[in-house]
């Protein structure tokens, strides 16, 4: 579904991304997890083609993001940065409406207005839909940009700490609703995640970033391991198995 | 507030808006009539529809500008826009001589400042929103620097000009609503209802720029060609009310954040007829009160500028910059 093949990204001649391949098959969820500066932002904005790479290349089913039409692309993949800040006074319905800008063009039909409805519900939103987005609490915004991207209604998902400023109830219900969607609607979907034991619990694949390249990547089992996870955070972590889960504690 | 009444305040406010809008018009050509129509008529028309022009092109431009920068302080006039144009004149009858540029078909002339501002815009343009500049002050800065050079370099050109040109450049810059070109209001007049036109049809994708660069991009849509296009557009409309009133420097950021503070919304079906409609309040219903009420016959300009300049002011220390 997504390949990435061989990709650097630098900025002032310092190196994010160096010799990035990544290949993800359809469906699935795929959590990026590593310590800050590990280059996992930058690597889903490359994949999200927000940002260009310097070398290599990004393919979403054999299409060069690079070359393929910006609309066509917005139809097949969404994302969800991590700043989220927006100057304009919008509604929570009118941001969840841009969702449905690349199949409608601001000439919303039925369809798109059936999705709205529903990502709104999804999210838990509907008795907020017509506040204006300075008036909602961090997490509620938070909400209410991933229904945005629900909304566009892609194959393939690609959110940036989607759990940022979420309590524990939003968190859970929201890492449960992105794997239903990978799991059941068999979408393609990849976290930037901090939580390794949310990874743990609920990704069928983690990668492992640090300094700008990819240092494993593959099942949780194969990765939640104390010494690997230890020299990657450069912090002591040890392994337990807890209720049937593998849980990282430190 | 449910939708549907947020909908009904917005009809409401258009339709006000829209009134004093159509009061004004009327008050400037009826109101205090000496003389007779068949010469008052004509003479207020042109007046009336070169004030109409400059609004539009000057509400237009500015929210454009503002969505494509996000942010509502800077417009293209603080950006010293204007001030390019009257270098421009400058370089032009400087460079050709004053004969020879009044011996050329006006519109001609018109045709090849228009184009040299839009590519010298495009270069300041593409130094100016590279991604190096991502800081408002920095650009603000730059923006004013910029503006005092450009006067600077014009005045230093109109000083060792020799008489003659000087009349015929001055005769050029300081056009005043008595003396608009018909010729040349009529051409104004369809070029700003042309980009005006194409402005309409890009609504859609001026909501999602709106939104920020990342979110454009990530909705598909062509991000860096369409701000590419827009810039020309705004570059366009601000040469066009300087070349028919002169330099008006705060006037778009009046209106435009009139706009913004009367319409509780963010999307430029609303927002774009909003500020123009205000700025046709203030242009022609100011003017309208300069002339025939106070029978002060002043530069309403200076009126403008005082009252945006203020506005100006209480923008940057209320730090709606972002």
């Known amino acids: 579904m997504i390949e990435v093949e061989g990709v650097e990204r630098r900025y002032d001649g310092l190196a994010v991304l160096s010799e990035v391949t990544l290949s993800l098959p359809r469906g699935g969820l795929t959590a990026i997890i590593g310590p800050n500066g590990a280059g996992k932002s930058t690597l889903l ?3 999200g083609r927000l940002q260009k790479p310097d070398a290599g290349r990004v393919t979403l089913e054999g299409m060069d993001l690079a070359q393929a039409s910006g609309r066509l692309v917005a139809r097949k993949l969404a994302l969800l940065r991590q700043d ?8 929570v319905r009118d941001l969840v409406a841009f969702g449905r800008y690349p199949h409608s063009r ?4 039925p369809e798109d207005h059936a999705q709205v409805a529903r990502a709104l519900a999804i999210l838990g939103l509907e008795p907020l839909a017509d506040r204006f987005l300075d008036q909602l609490s961090g997490g509620q915004r938070q909400r209410a940009h991933i229904a945005m991207v629900l909304a566009q209604d892609t194959e393939c998902i690609l959110l940036d700490e989607p759990l940022n400023n979420l309590d524990i109830s939003h968190a859970v219900r929201i890492i449960t609703l992105v794997r239903e969607a990978a799991q ?3 979408k393609t979907v990849v976290v930037v995640l901090h939580d390794i034991n949310m990874a743990a619990a609920h990704c ?5 970033m640090k300094g700008g390249r990819i240092l494993r990547h593959g099942p949780p089992a194969e990765l939640m391991q104390a010494e690997f996870l230890s020299a990657v955070y450069e912090t002591p972590i040890s392994v337990h198995e807890l209720a049937g889960r593998l849980v990282a504690v430190y | 507030m449910a939708p549907e009444i947020r909908k009904r305040q917005i009809a409401r406010r258009l339709a006000l808006l829209t009134l004093l809008a159509v009061l004004a018009a009327a008050a400037f050509l009826l109101l205090n009539a000496r003389g007779s129509w068949d010469f008052l008529l004509p003479f207020r028309g042109r007046k009336l529809a070169a004030l109409a022009v400059v609004a539009v092109a000057i509400a237009l431009s500015t929210v454009v500008f503002q969505t494509v920068t996000q942010n509502r302080i800077l417009t293209p006039a603080i950006m010293g826009f204007d001030a390019l144009y009257v270098l421009i004149q400058t370089g032009l009858v400087f460079g050709l ?5 009044s011996a050329l078909d006006a519109r001609l002339v018109f045709g090849l400042e228009l184009g040299a501002m839009v590519l010298f815009a495009l270069l300041l ?4 929103f590279g991604p190096a500049a991502r800081n408002l002050h920095l650009l603000m800065l730059v923006g004013i620097v910029l503006g005092t050079l450009f006067r600077s370099i014009s005045g230093f050109l109109q000083r060792i000009i020799d008489p003659d040109s000087f009349t015929v450049l001055q005769d050029r810059l300081f056009a005043s609503f008595n003396a608009v070109d018909p010729g040349l209001l009529t051409l104004s007049a369809l070029i700003v209802a042309g980009l005006a036109l194409v402005l309409w049809r890009l609504v859609p994708e001026l909501d999602v720029l709106a939104l920020g660069r990342e979110a454009a991009i990530g909705l598909g849509v062509p991000q860096e060609r369409l701000v590419l296009g827009l810039l020309v557009i705004v570059t366009m409309l601000v040469a066009l009310s300087t070349a028919l009133v002169g330099p008006v420097t705060f006037l778009g950021l009046l209106v435009a954040n009139l706009a913004y503070l009367l ?3 963010a999307r430029h079906a609303v927002l774009l007829p909003a500020a123009a409609l205000i700025a046709l309040i203030t242009l022609i219903g100011g003017q309208t009160l300069l002339e025939r009420v106070l029978h002060y016959d002043t530069a309403l300009a200076v009126v403008v500028e005082f009252a945006g300049g203020l506005v100006f002011i209480l923008l940057v220390i209320r730090g709606v910059a972002r």
């Open chain 2, 125 to 128: 343009f593409r130094w100016m």
């Open chain 1, 184 to 186: 059941a609607l068999g």
């Open chain 2, 263 to 265: 319409m509780p919304t």
């Open chain 1, 84 to 91: 989220n800040h927006t100057a304009a006074r919008l509604t």
């Open chain 1, 45 to 47: 904005s490359v994949m």
């Open chain 2, 97 to 101: 001589g004053a004969g020879r540029v």
């Open chain 1, 106 to 109: 601001g000439n919303p039909g």
């Open chain 1, 204 to 208: 069928d694949r983690i990668v492992v």
